[in-house]
């Protein structure tokens, strides 16, 4: 079994292509507003903004090329602030603050029609829904996952079987523990330390096979969000190992507009040779290249 790498709640991309706008399976549309503003990156562009599950999308009306793909699990902060629209003058905006890739990026939306407050309360109740059901989808080592020796559930999660004699085999001697396989995710905890857990969804699972190692046939998931360590698995009663892989996935190159969060006034013009032209100077760290790197 392999799956297609989930990649919209945790990315953040510009320009991507019709594909990459889609819905994947399991992404499900929760609200759609027709005129947006894109205040920051295409201030005076109507667009439309389409809230998900998993991520918030923008695309221009005029140019369906110009768009934006935000994953909730980027952002850091929501707020309302007064921003300045070409279309509406001075008005109250949504500010959406990111980090992907360890940059951060700042994203400022207005609503074109006056008076609704739908933009604000669309965005923030379903970032708040997706922030409080990550253990769905997220990856968790060492988590309170387990209690008197039994797993504690999450609303509509049910266990399908509970196998014993899973063995841990990351260290010498190994770890005898517990496999629950529930319709959400895999969980393994070791028998003498229920801590030592880790909880696996399906929808961070990129593949499933099966394939010799030195203990034996080796059931192999290869998860695609990178964990703090490996962790080898036996099913000793059928002598059969379970081992857990990651990869980490490498981000595509997107445009995007660097927060600076802590400019309160434009810095002082200095001469480009590069450009032959006087331009603002660039923060500490960045250069010129470097940002045509990024929107390349």
Known sequence: MSADVLWEDRDVRFDVGVLQMHMRPGEKIIDRLDAIEDTKG??????RLIVSNLR????SQQLPRVNLSIGFSCI???STKA????????????YVLTKCNNTRFEFIFTNLVPGTPRLFTSVIAVHRAYETTKMYRDLKLRG???QNKQLRLLPLEQVYDKI???????????????????NVRLVWHANLNESFNVSIPYLQMKSVKIRDSKFGVALVIESSQQMES????????????VEIETTDEQSDAFAAYFADGNKQKDRDPVYSEELG?????????????????VLS
Not at 167 to 178: E, R
Not at 230 to 241: A, F, K, P
């Open 277 to 293: 032209l006087a331009v603002e100077k660039l923060k500490d760290g960045f250069t010129l290249s470097g940002l045509w790197e």
């Open 76 to 78: 850091l902060n929501i």
């Open 144 to 146: 309170a996952l387990i």
């Open 83 to 94: 921003a300045q629209s070409k279309i509406r003058g001075t008005t109250e905006a949504l």
């Open 164 to 182: 014993g004699g899973v063995w841990n085999l990351s260290s010498d001697q190994g770890n005898l523990g517990t496999f629950f396989i529930t």
């Open 56 to 59: 918030i999308l923008w695309h």
């Open 230 to 241: 490996m962790e080898e698995l036996t099913i000793e009663n059928v002598q059969d190992d």
């Open 42 to 47: 295409n201030n005076g562009e109507r667009g």
